[in-house]
DNA sequence: CTCTATCCATATCAATCCGGCATGTCAGCA
DNA sequence: TGCTGACATGCCGGATTGATATGGATAGAG
């Protein structure tokens, strides 16, 4: 296999580099070589070797020399106007792809339970975030666990502040964010504001407002089975398709309900939440979760301010 | 005057050779290493150097290397796209300045007498230019002799066949084509037609439809000139502006005129075009000229051709 | 489960390329 | 006619690039 003549007509052939468009242009806007040389910080012979070079790789002449500088042929002013923006588009794709390897431009995508959209830490964290990036175009997406877990694996979300049934998820990495727990919401009118349960027993008879399975079967799941657990089961009279929906029901009085302790983070009108040992002994973790190929540096600044945030 | 690091940040700094770029792509594209190594002809290794380069100089890792070939991260993808651009750009860039210097392409604008341009050799002549290099813009102007002078002066003419009073025009190359004299021109339906005269002073009596010297100086000094030698002074009973109004007027027998030879090239229905010895005596040579500092390859094939078809 | 094939990474050497220095040549100018 | 400024040429040293040899890791086959 011995070093033939390229023998396939590769479009990559032939040099015409950088180097020498860079020069030329100097030379072009001096009008002399020697001046370019100055400007370039490089000696004259090689400009005029370089330059020399060019042409003959284009088969053309570009400079006219007199005996005072030269001139630009007509070829010569063509290149000169092509080399500026050949240039010009290479220290665009350098300054980009920096940006871009820095994560100070690009896209993330976001799902937020809705529930969580509220808590400090995390609505801190998507403060610093857009702060720190405000070129990168940063999407939070409201979603439910579900939704979002598999909107991860299709690769449409980024990542996910959600509720997993496990830290380990084939093709996704986690990193858990801090540990939720149950409370009990009642209405402020209701008895029970006035007078909190001490134990779970006492609500045997209460009405209760409950969620569907289908929305959010993580979160169903851990509940019912802490609830098994503890030989508990509520009397369920209302329906609610998610915790806003569930917690406006219990606002209006329909009933009391469960729910993670991070809706408690800020207020609700006519809403009081109320801590039961029994419930807090329900660890509901929430996680952080993003897909393990994805190596985009604007995710992994997200990342790390995730840990800034939570410690 | 040591050599120390470049102090003023040039925007032409760090490499990003197209070397490089030709080189990731092949392993974009074939996503391996070392199937592109065989594929651009390089050892696996020097591949392998030039992209940990390419990731040095961007600050960003551009390939995730697996156990089996690898795979573009989101930088990686973005540098894919701008480099496949960038170097289609180069070789755009290539061909068209190559094209460009054998004049290939590119513009040569040409100003004709409207006389001439029915003359056999400058029709050949403007045919064949189109024929052999169908992708130049040229563009034939139908101009007068003082005009195109003015306008190649200026530069808005590359070339023009036309008089001149002398081939040593400053700032210009001049070449002869051809020598033109002067013929009669008379209606065909006038006694001169049937009966030509021998000496031009058979025609003193003899109505003549004339040129302004404004119009072209250079044609009506010299044919003026001829004429205060021969001792002759036309009875000018008519005006025309241009040699086809003067033609046109002698068809419709109005007088009798005197023409370059050039007129009679093609034959015009109701004119006579007579021979005389002292009117072929006026020597008018017909010239190519073109401004010395233009170096178009576009102009320089036709001032070629021009060598082809006038001997 | 081991063995092998494949692929990427590293080290070293040789050739080539590029820039610097010294020098030559030519045109314009006093 | 000598001088100056500008481009061209020859040669040398240093840097860059590619080839060869080799190591390490992983996926697939028996």
Not at 17 to 30: D, G, K, N, P
């Amino acid at each position: 296999m011995d070093r033939v003549r390229d023998p396939h007509p590769d479009e990559t052939r032939g040099p015409v580099e950088f180097r020498q468009l860079s020069y030329f242009i100097a030379v072009a806007e001096t009008g002399s070589i020697s001046a370019a040389s100055r400007r370039v910080h490089v000696a004259q012979p090689a400009l005029t070797r370089q330059v020399r070079l060019l042409e003959e790789d284009l088969g053309t002449r570009l400079l006219e020399r007199h005996a005072r500088g030269v001139s630009l042929t007509v070829a010569g002013q063509a290149l000169f106007e092509e080399a500026v923006q050949l240039l010009d588009r290479r220290t665009q794709i350098r300054t980009r792809l920096t940006s871009l390897g820095q994560g100070l431009i690009g896209k993330v995508s976001l799902g937020v339970t809705v529930t969580h959209l509220w808590v400090p830490e995390v609505a801190n964290l998507l403060r610093r975030y857009r702060d720190r990036y405000p070129r990168v175009a940063f999407e939070v997406f409201p979603l439910l666990s579900g939704p979002q877990l598999e909107r991860l694996r299709e690769g449409s979300l980024d990542a996910g502040i959600l509720y997993l049934d496990s830290a380990d998820q084939p093709g996704l990495e986690t990193r858990l964010l801090q540990h939720d727990h149950l409370m009990l919401a009642v209405p402020e009118a209701s008895p029970w504001a006035s007078a909190p349960p001490n134990c779970l027993s006492v609500l045997k008879e209460a009405d209760f407002v409950w969620g569907f399975r289908s929305v959010s079967p993580v979160y169903y799941d851990r509940v019912m089975a802490h609830f098994q657990r503890l030989g508990f089961e509520p009397r369920v009279v209302q329906y609610g398709a998610d915790n806003i929906t569930i917690l406006s029901m219990v606002a209006a009085g329909l009933g009391i309900a469960i729910v993670p302790s991070a809706s408690s983070a800020h207020p609700m009108p006519g809403i009081r939440f109320l801590h039961l040992e029994e419930l807090a002994a329900c660890d509901m973790p929430l996680w952080l979760a993003w897909r393990s190929s994805n190596d985009a540096p604007a995710l992994h600044n997200l990342i790390g301010l995730v840990e800034e945030v939570f410690g």
